[in-house]
């Protein structure tokens, strides 16, 4: 997705003002329809052209306490790293994903062995 400047948007949000016309404006500066009606959007909302931040979404990418972590996972038994979600989240208060357990897991060097806890 091409990243547009703030004085093009500028320049595309006055020629849209004076022209009433969409469509002659897409064409001059070469943009979609969307992407016009999302400036227009912007404009509207926030009465600036500045693009909105982005929001953080999801569960975090890593664990915030790695040494609190350690001594979780060696003070809690069990057998599916899905199992230790709901404890992770009830323990520390944030949510985090399950590739997020895996990678720490194996990163601590437990593995499981078949049938059994690990450790």
């Given at each position: ?40 959007k ?65 990163i ?12």
């Amino acid at each position: 997705m091409p990243k547009y400047s703030l004085e093009i948007r500028k320049a595309a949000i006055q020629m849209y003002k004076k022209t009433d016309y969409k469509v002659a404006v897409c064409k001059e500066f070469n943009i979609s329809r969307v992407t016009l009606d999302a400036w227009i959007k912007l404009e509207e909302e926030t009465g600036d052209l500045l693009p909105k931040p982005a929001k953080n979404r999801g569960a975090p990418s890593h664990i915030k306490d790695w040494n609190e972590f350690q001594s979780f996972v060696k003070n809690t038994k069990f057998k599916n790293i899905s199992d230790l979600i709901p404890l992770f989240e009830q323990k520390f208060g944030y949510p985090v994903s399950y590739a997020v357990l895996v990678r720490s897991i194996h990163i601590l060097g437990l593995r499981r062995r078949r049938g059994r806890f690990y450790s």
